[in-house]
């Protein structure tokens, strides 16, 4: 028998922090689910153990061979341990073994020197904890060393408050875009708005906390994962935890609320998206995997879930199986060109009777009872603002989602995308007899915009967001399930964005220095009032509303002389001149002509403007998400509970419960 006499010294916490040898792991035993795990009872998840022997970095140990002889015991509450084959009843696993290298610090990347460790590991496949309570984990390994995990499994409600969950999601979308987009779209007189938005008229206002299992900026796979599934985990991670293996699909899974909502009441799931459909926010309610840019295993898993994946034998025996899936992203469906297995995936899902539409109008004529895939355009879908506004630009991009090379010009919005997911799902659910449904709606693009700091097209996104929000409460209450259905609107992250005055495009325009541009900006009294919805030349005289020629809760005039002044937390170096970008998305920072990875200003990006000095890395093109909590609005039967502030993760655990998912009533807890 091996023996590690210097164990209890050696093993000395690293402060890693930049980088980390393994992110939920900071001692030589990892336990995945980590410490302070929760689960709705029942909920599939799961487990692996690592024990770790770095080589060499300060963590040197046991020469580099990690102990192959660990044990884990389950226990629950006060009772005794028990070895976890013998808890879950699983034979056990085999042994697995691996190595892979970290940088210490940003010294050690610039010396390329990277640190070896090496690994032994044993993963116990989709168990779940049915009895309410505390647990413990416990990894015992190098003879004496321990590393435990505590779990909790919840204890809900015994009675279903609701029928049908719609979850809205404004990517990247804060409070201050909010109050900047009431500002461009709601008339105000004397400083009182004289309308306000569908979200300033929520029944119930919280706010949530997004940081990641082990940073405190999160990204969207990460946070949608925390949103959908009650779990923390790592950047770019769909619903597992972070392993330290190279394998991106055999990283420990938990359920999503789709699957569970799926496997627990067999109702109509949906997913509607502006992104590619294969981008982290929608792919968070079905796939897993530690990688979101693995885009075609994302799409596999919505036809076939994730025991099948082609390189993947692994039990997972729960599946989403969305009934509605629209959005954009044809690049993972058209034959060829990024589809799972090189296959015409439309063909895939045809023969698992979806119908296939391609466009505004076929959305519209799609009957309500089949199942419906809807892909409208290749990539990310065109922007409020050019569809509405600027039509023109949606031409000459030859992304039709049957990639046969014309302008995907008839694209729907959000709001007909929702609406017709709703009466998709309302009749499959009657038609099915199923309890209710379960759909996920996604302003993708109020994050993409944010991004490349195209303040104005985010802004446009997040007015059809709010627009479609109350389409939706109206049409509900149209087709009599506003008393059935709970509308949660929230966000998976932030970006530094807020408005600190006004902005004069004319005189900016004309000025020739970078400082005296800057005499653009009106701050404090010289911000002056919006010049957005009100045409100053003819004032009301009542209290009427201006509507635009898109409807109440849109500007009138996107390009008004007096515009607003806006900037990032974070940013590129980018040149600014307030403006909205006319023929499409901003690309405010370019490569240097030397440096593929050293971002400069565009020089065709707001000539007019001036300079602003980046924040960020040289090599970041963009701005980046922030720390900021985000807004939580709710609507309907049960909406009180998202009062207050709480963890990203308690939206799971709140809507798990609304829908009475991992109740006792089910009959499968029998102890
Ligand atoms: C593994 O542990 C068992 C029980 O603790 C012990 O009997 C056995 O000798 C150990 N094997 C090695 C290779 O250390
Ligand atoms: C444990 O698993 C075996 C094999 O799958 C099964 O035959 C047995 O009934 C299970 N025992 C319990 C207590 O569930
Ligand atoms: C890492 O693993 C590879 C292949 O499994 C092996 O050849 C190599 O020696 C290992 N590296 C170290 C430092 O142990
Ligand atoms: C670890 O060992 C490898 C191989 O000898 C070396 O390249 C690397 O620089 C070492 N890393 C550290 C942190 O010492
Ligand atoms: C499966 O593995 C093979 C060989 O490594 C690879 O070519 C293929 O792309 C993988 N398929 C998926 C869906 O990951
Ligand atoms: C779908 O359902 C809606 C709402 O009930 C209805 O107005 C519409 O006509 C239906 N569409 C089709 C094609 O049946
Ligand atoms: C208010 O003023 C607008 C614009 O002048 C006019 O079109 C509208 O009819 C007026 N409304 C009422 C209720 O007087
Ligand atoms: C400021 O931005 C310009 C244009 O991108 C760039 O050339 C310059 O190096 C930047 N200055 C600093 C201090 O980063
Ligand atoms: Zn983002």
Redesign the pocket.
């Known amino acids: 028998m091996r023996s590690y006499l210097l164990v209890l010294s050696l093993v000395a916490l690293s402060s890693a922090q930049t980088f980390k040898r393994l992110g939920t792991c900071p001692t030589l035993g990892c336990v995945f689910p980590p410490d302070q795990t929760d689960f709705q009872p029942g909920q599939l998840f799961d487990i692996r153990v690592e024990v770790h022997a770095p080589v060499n970095g300060s963590e040197a140990f046991a020469n580099g061979v990690p102990d192959e002889n660990f044990s884990l015991q389950i226990q629950h509450g006060t009772e005794d341990p028990v070895d976890v084959t013998q808890f879950f009843n699983q034979s056990d696993p085999p042994l697995e073994k691996w190595n892979f290298t970290y940088y210490e610090d940003l010294f050690a990347r610039d010396n390329k020197a990277p640190t070896t460790v090496n690994v032994a590991s044993k993963a116990y496949r989709a168990l779940s904890l049915k009895k309410p309570g505390p647990y413990k984990a416990i990894l015992t390994y190098y003879d004496t060393v321990q590393t435990v995990a505590n779990w909790v499994v919840r204890d809900p409600p015994k009675k279903k408050k609701v029928k049908n969950v719609i979850l809205f999601i404004g990517d990247g979308m804060t409070q201050a875009m909010i109050t900047a987009a009431r500002l461009l779209a709601h008339k105000s007189i004397n400083g009182k708005y004289q309308s306000l938005m569908q979200l300033d008229q929520m029944e119930a206002l919280g706010h949530q906390m997004t940081h990641s299992i082990d940073s405190f900026i999160t990204d969207s796979a990460n946070s949608a994962t925390a949103l959908y599934t009650g779990k923390k985990s790592t950047v770019n991670a769909l619903n597992v935890f972070v392993d330290s293996s190279s394998d991106s699909t055999d990283d420990p899974k938990f359920e999503t609320i789709a699957e569970l909502f799926r496997r627990e009441t067999g109702g109509p799931v949906g997913i509607v998206s502006t992104a590619f459909i294969a981008d982290a926010t929608p792919a968070a309610l079905c796939a897993h995997n530690r990688n979101r840019n693995d885009y075609p295993n994302v799409v596999y898993e919505y036809l076939h879930g994730a025991s099948t994946l082609p390189n993947d034998t692994l039990p997972w025996p729960t599946h989403c199986a969305p009934d509605v899936i629209f959005g954009g992203g044809a690049e993972q469906f058209i034959k060829g060109s990024g589809s799972p297995e090189g296959l015409d995936f439309y063909e895939e899902f045809r023969k698992d009777d979806y119908s296939v539409v391609f466009d505004k109008d076929q959305l519209a004529n799609a009957g309500n009872d089949s199942k419906v895939l809807g892909i409208f355009s290749i990539s990310n879908m065109a922007k409020w603002l050019d569809r509405n506004v600027f039509p023109n630009n949606l031409k000459s991009l030859k992304n039709h989602p049957s990639g046969d090379g014309t302008d995907a010009t008839n694209q729907p919005g959000l709001k007909q995308m929702t609406l017709k997911a709703i009466d998709i799902l309302a009749a499959r659910t009657k038609k099915t007899q199923k309890p209710g449904f379960f759909l996920m709606s996604e302003a993708a693009s109020i994050d993409k915009m944010m991004h490349v700091l195209d303040y104005q097209r985010a802004l446009g996104e997040l007015l059809e967001l709010d627009d479609t929000v109350k389409a939706t409460l109206e049409h509900l209450e149209k087709i009599g399930e506003r008393d059935n259905t709970l509308v949660i609107v929230t966000a998976d992250h932030g970006h530094g964005f807020d408005v600190f005055g006004g902005s004069d495009a004319k005189y900016l325009a004309a000025q020739k220095t970078d400082r005296k541009k800057r005499d653009a900006v009106g701050v404090y009294v010289n911000s002056g009032l919006s010049g957005y919805t009100v045409d100053p030349d003819s004032l009301p005289t009542n209290n009427t509303v201006l509507v635009g020629p898109h409807g109440p809760g849109f500007p009138v005039n996107w390009e008004p002389r007096y515009g607003i002044a806006a900037g990032m937390g974070a940013n590129p170096?980018h040149r600014e001149a307030y403006s909205l970008n006319e023929p499409g998305p901003r690309l405010p920072a370019t490569a240097s002509d030397s440096d593929p990875d050293d971002f400069?200003?565009n020089p065709k990006d707001q000539p007019d403007g001036f300079?602003v000095?980046?924040t960020l890395p040289v090599d970041e093109d963009q701005g980046v998400h922030s720390l900021t909590d985000v807004s939580v609005f709710a609507w309907g039967p049960g909406h009180e509970v998202f009062r207050g502030a709480y963890s990203n993760v308690e939206i799971f655990f709140k809507i798990a419960d609304s829908l009475g998912l991992g109740m006792e009533e089910d009959g499968e807890d029998c102890d």
Request: proline share 0%; net charge negative.
């Open positions: 170096d400069v200003v300079v000095n980046g």
